[in-house]
């Protein structure tokens, strides 16, 4: 697996295009299909702007991405309160738009678009790690 980069970026929206401009730079060279491409760029997006809306206490995100044989890894790191986003029941079903509820669909769409997902908590730091397959 190629050593990668990481990315220390504010607890802020603008960090998601910061993050995303620099993922795509770091894999320029490496001619990853555009489709990968457009996968990546919606985990990346949800997973970050998760942390910078819902995190509670969190002070900052750490970005870190590295292309290996078969795929893209990308995790999000923060330093808020511990929460496992993938142990979420997700969204409610709904039979009318009267009924739906707003958000909720972030989570379900990043398991669908990535190869594996997953969550630790390691000391006072959420990691959730992605591997898009390439």
Not at 12 to 33: C, D, H, I, K, W
Not at 97 to 114: N, Y
Request: hydrophobic share 45%; charged share 20%.
């Amino acid at each position: 697996m190629d050593k990668g980069i990481s990315l220390e970026l504010p607890k802020a929206l603008t960090s998601v295009e910061e993050g995303r401009l620099a993922v795509l730079a770091y894999l320029e060279p490496f001619g990853v299909a555009s489709a990968v491409i457009n996968r990546l760029e919606v985990v990346l997006e949800e997973l970050v702007s998760n942390v910078v809306r819902h995190a509670q206490d969190a002070t900052h995100v750490r970005l870190s991405a590295a292309m290996f044989e078969n795929g893209v890894c990308l995790c999000v790191e923060d330093d808020g309160a511990a929460f496992d986003p993938l142990a979420s029941a997700g969204p409610q079903p709904f039979d009318t738009l009267e009924d739906a509820h707003i958000g909720g669909l972030g989570i379900p769409l990043v398991k669908r678009l990535s190869r594996s997902l997953a969550y630790e908590r390691a000391g006072n730091v959420n990691l959730v790690r992605a591997v898009i397959a390439t």
